[in-house]
């Protein structure tokens, strides 16, 4: 390349890098000055000496998560092609009619592309207005969820070190941001009014929101993200709700991220058993009890047990929190106990006739594929029950 090389003069060279040299030195001192006093230092955990976020590379977390994220990426258009989204890209859409081409015409029937008003008469079809209100009653439990998690993983960002673990986050973000605007879509079409958030979900996303650091974690992806995993498990295979399924697999994704996260950047002891993190954590998950309650009638209607469902969401999340470091299994055993006696107690003061049973060991999760995905985090069979 040929440039048309300028003079300039030297000596003003010299001395503008020189005024930055000590400029440089003395603005980072300053900022570590304050860090070590404990006042707001240098704001951003970014080391530019090493052209790397504080905490490294990390590929490992970035290949889990940012690269999986992206090779599963899904596009509202495809999979909920009734929905108002534009979001696939030429080639998907080219993609998309390629294989319609070699669908024979009862396949080509069954993967019509329906239109908002064609999908809105199939969920009418299907469903009674009975059914329909408490499949929103659920789905809009998760659909304000949604909108929680977009915040609490945004919020997560500035929290992980290493290049690997905000490429991860980032990728979470991005899908909270799909998962709360699709989903919204879809409970819309429902044409029920949406409830608003219950006094117990409120308590539990407002508490992750508010989490110290990386107790954000718990309250987020160990909580509520299987929660929201339980609920996609339960939903995606009935008729009109198959988008679910991208969801769920979105959230196992979400569900895995402590644990991948603490091997690179394990705990202390401190953080991990110190009791004031331990009250938190089961503060955190307790308003979880109560909403299952509420929405057993909701539950019912779908013909499933609130406790089933609620013993099955405590097993996972007992799993993860062992598994991430958040509890001993010891304590996780001892809190299934005492969770189970509660529930049949329960059972036996509502129900008549009501039989002792072993909640925790309930599975609620439906389609074959869901299965599978489960299996993978949560192990095979319910070994990880109390
Ligand atoms: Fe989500
Ligand atoms: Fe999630």
């Known amino acids: ?53 504080v905490g490294g590379a990390r590929d490992a977390l970035r ?11 899904w596009k509202a258009e495809q999979v909920a092609p009734w929905s108002s989204f534009r979001d696939a890209t030429d080639a998907e859409r080219t993609l998309l009619s390629m294989a319609e081409r070699s669908m024979t015409s009862a396949e080509k029937a069954e993967r019509a592309r329906i239109t ?42 500035g929290e992980v070190k290493s290049t690997g673990a905000k490429a991860a986050v980032t990728m979470q973000i991005v899908e909270e941001a799909k998962h709360f605007v699709v989903l919204r879509e879809l409970i819309q079409a429902f044409d029920v009014p949406v409830p608003r958030l219950s006094a117990w979900e409120y308590v539990l996303l407002e508490g992750s929101l508010k989490a110290r650091g990386l107790e954000k974690f718990y309250a987020m992806n160990v909580v509520i993200e299987t929660i929201a995993l339980s609920i996609f498990g339960l939903l995606a295979d009935k008729p009109g ?3 679910l399924r991208m969801f769920h697999l979105d959230e196992s994704r979400h569900t895995a991220l402590p644990d991948n996260y603490f091997k690179e950047f394990p ?23 109560p909403l299952v309650l509420l929405l057993e009638e909701e539950l019912g209607e779908l013909g499933v047990d609130a406790f089933d469902f609620a013993g099955a969401i405590l097993r996972k999340v007992a799993t993860l929190s062992v598994r991430a470091g958040f509890m001993t299994r010891e304590l996780a055993d001892r809190q299934s106990v005492f969770f189970n006696a509660m529930f049949n107690r329960y059972c036996r003061l509502t129900r008549a006739g009501h039989a002792w049973r072993n909640y925790m060991e309930a599975e609620t999760t439906r389609g074959a594929a869901e299965a599978a995905v489960e299996r993978e985090i949560f192990g095979g ?5 109390a």
């Open 116 to 157: 908002g008003a064609e999908f809105r008469a199939l969920l009418d079809r299907e469903y009674t207005p009975a059914q329909k209100r408490a499949l929103v009653a659920i789905l809009s439990a998760i659909g304000h969820g949604e909108a929680y998690a977009w915040l609490v993983s945004a919020s997560l960002l």
């Open 381 to 385: 069979g319910t070994s990880d029950a």
């Open 1 to 53: 390349m040929q440039f048309e090389k300028r003079e300039v003069n030297p000596r003003a060279v010299a001395v503008n890098r020189g005024v930055e040299r000590a400029a440089n030195r003395a603005i980072r001192a300053y900022d570590r000055v304050k860090a070590r006093l404990g006042l707001r230092g240098r704001a951003a955990a970014y080391d530019d000496g090493a052209y790397e976020f």
């Open 267 to 289: 705990m202390t002891a401190w953080e991990r058993h110190n009791p004031r993190a331990r009250i938190s954590r089961l503060t955190k998950a307790l308003p979880a009890l």
């Open 63 to 73: 290949k889990k998560h940012y690269d999986k994220s992206l090779r599963l990426l």
């Open 241 to 243: 709700l198959e988008v």
